[in-house]
């Protein structure tokens, strides 16, 4: 007689552990628009959620209700929509460079450090103002690097060609670092243009 076959205990499903989400929802008012975002989710993207959610609520209920949201001030409701898409499909639509830059100051501020990355990323794809650029760059401490075309640009024009406006602290900055950037690149010129007796090449950048 053959062995009865066992039927598996299905009385206590398993949860996945992947798309079971824990801990509580959270809802968020944003502009006046109404987010409810699973609490952990949002943690896992989000240092700067993170820590505000490890904060005791300063209310009983807040953020469980409509009617007892957590208020998110000073924020855009599409800004925070876009960084929910990334938060749930990890990529994002093509936006414009303003959306690009207000996407970035809001993972910034909030923590969201793989998207702050991929902003950038984008942000490096359009054609830049190079004052605007390096600004930008100073503003946020950014590397070198992502400012790289700006700092060409600067050497190869004359500052006060530059017709953008920036705050007048960084524009010290920023000046100072181009004038040395210009200062020896016409130092290399003339020194060439000496070398060989004629007119000094273009220095290429």
């Not at 953020?63 to 855009?76: A, L």
């Not at 530059?162 to 920023?174: E, H, M």
Request: glycine share 6%; charged share 25%.
């Amino acid at each position: 007689m053959a062995a009865p076959t066992s039927i598996p205990d299905i009385s206590v499903p398993a949860r996945d552990p992947e798309y079971y989400f824990e801990g509580r929802y959270i809802i968020f008012n944003v502009e006046g628009c109404l987010f409810r975002i699973p609490s952990r989710k949002l943690a896992q993207h989000s240092t700067g959620f993170k820590n505000m959610l490890e904060i005791p609520i300063g209310e009983v209920g807040e953020g469980d209700t409509d009617e007892k949201p957590i208020i998110i001030p000073q924020e855009k409701a599409a800004v925070f929509r876009h960084a929910m898409q990334w938060v749930f499909q990890d990529k994002l639509p093509d936006h414009t460079q303003e959306e690009w830059e207000a996407l970035f100051r809001f993972s910034n501020k909030w923590g969201f450090d793989n998207l702050e990355q991929h902003c950038l990323n984008e942000m490096k794809k359009f054609d830049w103002d190079p004052w605007k650029q390096l600004a930008f760059r100073l503003e946020f401490d950014l590397p070198y690097t992502w400012a790289h075309h700006a700092f060409v640009e600067l050497c190869r024009h004359d500052l006060e060609d530059s017709k953008s406006s920036v705050d007048i602290s960084q524009a010290i900055k920023v000046g100072r670092m181009a004038s040395v950037c210009n200062c020896g690149a016409r130092h290399a010129s003339t020194s060439s243009g000496k070398r060989h007796g004629g007119n000094a090449p273009s220095m290429g950048l």
